[in-house]
C-alpha cells in the first residue's frame, strides 16, 4: 500500500512540474505507414483511454524519452486518407463521383467534403476504419452536391461537428445544416484548427476555399474542385502565409482543358515552387499523365482508399 502511494505520488509530482508527456489522443503512439504511400489494411479507431502511454496506460510518456520522442514524432505526422473519389485505389472501396478526405493532424480529425452519397461515404470510412464520432470539424470546399450530398447522412452518426462553409453557399443551404450543427462561415486565413486554416472564398463559378495545413515540410493545400482556377487556388494560400508549397492535392479541374493550359498551370506550379502534386476527381485523365510526366517521383497517385502520410522529417 505505501509503495503504490509513493508510486502515485511520483506522478503527481511529475504532472505538476511539467514532466508528463501523454502521446495524441486520436493517432497511434506508433505507425507502419511508408511516406506517401497508399496503404489498404484498416486502422480502425483507437480511443484515447487504449492508446499506449496515455495518462490512463500503465506507463506514463515523460519527457526525454525515448518514447516521449516517439509520441512527438507521431503528434506531427499529417495524414490524409481519401474517403471519396471517382478514381479507384483501394478495390474494397466503392468508386463514385464526388471527393472526400479526412486530415488527422496535431491530434485533430477534419473530414474535408463529404462526396456525393452518404451510404457510400459512411461504408468507406468503416472499411478504413475511421470512426464519424472521432471527427472534429467538416470543411466543405463548395457547393456542388458532389462535395456536399454526403453531409447529412455523415452528421446523422457523428458527434455534430461544426461545419465550416463559405456565405456563398446561400442561406437555404446554410440554414439547412442549422438544424443539425453549428455553422462557422469562413474568412480568408481563418484558423481551424493546429496548423490548419482555410483560403476562405477564391472567387469563381462558383466561389470555393482549399483547406490549409502548415507542416515542418511547408503547406499542403486541399482543394475540392478548384474552380476558380487551381493556380488561383495555390496563389492565395502563398499570399495568406508566405510558406513554401510542399503538397496540392485533390481536383484540379482540368478535365477540359487542353495541353497548352495544361502546360500554362505547371509553369505556373514551378514559379510557386510546388514540390509534389497528388491531382485526382475532377482533374481529368489527359491533365493526370502530363502532371504525372512532370513531376514523376513527385507525382502522388490517388483514389478512394489512397492515405498519404507526411512526417516531419
Known amino acids: 500500500m505505501i509503495k503504490t502511494l509513493g508510486r502515485m505520488l511520483s506522478i503527481l509530482l511529475l504532472s505538476l512540474t511539467g514532466c508528463i508527456n501523454p502521446a ?35 506507463s506514463p510518456v515523460v519527457a526525454g524519452t525515448a518514447e516521449a520522442v516517439q509520441a512527438k514524432k507521431v503528434e506531427d505526422l499529417l495524414k ?6 471517382n478514381i479507384a485505389d483501394d478495390p474494397r472501396l466503392v468508386t463514385d463521383w464526388g471527393f472526400g478526405a479526412t486530415i ?28 464519424p ?31 465550416y462553409l463559405l456565405s456563398a453557399f446561400g ?10 450543427t453549428a455553422v462557422i462561415e469562413t474568412t480568408p486565413g481563418q484558423v481551424i484548427g493546429d496548423g490548419i486554416l482555410t483560403t476562405g472564398a477564391v472567387s469563381g463559378n462558383p466561389s470555393e476555399q482549399a483547406l490549409i495545413l502548415r507542416t515542418p515540410r511547408g503547406m499542403v493545400i486541399v482543394t475540392g474542385c478548384a474552380h476558380p482556377g487551381i493556380v488561383q487556388m495555390v496563389g492565395r494560400a502563398v499570399t495568406l502565409t508566405g510558406d513554401p508549397v510542399h503538397l496540392v492535392l485533390g481536383g484540379f479541374h482540368l478535365g477540359s482543358a487542353g495541353p497548352d493550359r495544361i502546360t500554362m498551370i505547371l509553369n505556373e506550379f514551378r514559379r510557386l515552387g510546388v514540390e509534389k502534386v497528388a491531382p485526382s476527381h475532377c482533374t481529368g485523365e ?27 522529417e
Not at 505507414?33 to 487504449?50: C, L, R
Not at 488527422?104 to 475511421?130: K, P, S
Not at 499523365?289 to 507526411?310: H, Q
Open 286 to 312: 489527359e491533365a493526370i499523365r502530363l502532371f504525372a510526366d512532370a513531376y514523376g517521383e513527385d507525382f502522388l497517385p490517388t483514389g478512394v482508399g489512397s492515405i498519404i502520410t507526411i512526417g516531419a
Open 104 to 131: 488527422e493532424y496535431h491530434d485533430q480529425i477534419i473530414l474535408f467534403d463529404t462526396g456525393t452519397d452518404g451510404r457510400i461515404l459512411l461504408q468507406n470510412m468503416a472499411v478504413m476504419g475511421i470512426d
Open 133 to 163: 464520432a472521432s471527427v472534429q470539424a467538416v470543411v466543405l470546399s463548395h457547393i456542388h452536391n458532389d462535395h456536399t450530398g454526403g453531409l447529412s447522412d455523415f452528421l446523422a452518426v457523428s458527434s455534430q461537428p461544426p461545419v
Open 80 to 85: 490524409i486518407r481519401i474517403v471519396y473519389n
Open 171 to 180: 442561406a437555404n443551404f446554410i440554414n439547412e445544416v442549422r438544424r443539425s
Open 24 to 58: 495524441p489522443a486520436s493517432l497511434p503512439a506508433t505507425t507502419s505507414q511508408t511516406i506517401y504511400g497508399s496503404a489498404h489494411t484498416p486502422t480502425p479507431f483507437q480511443p484515447a483511454e487504449a492508446i499506449p502511454g496515455s495518462m490512463t496506460g500503465e
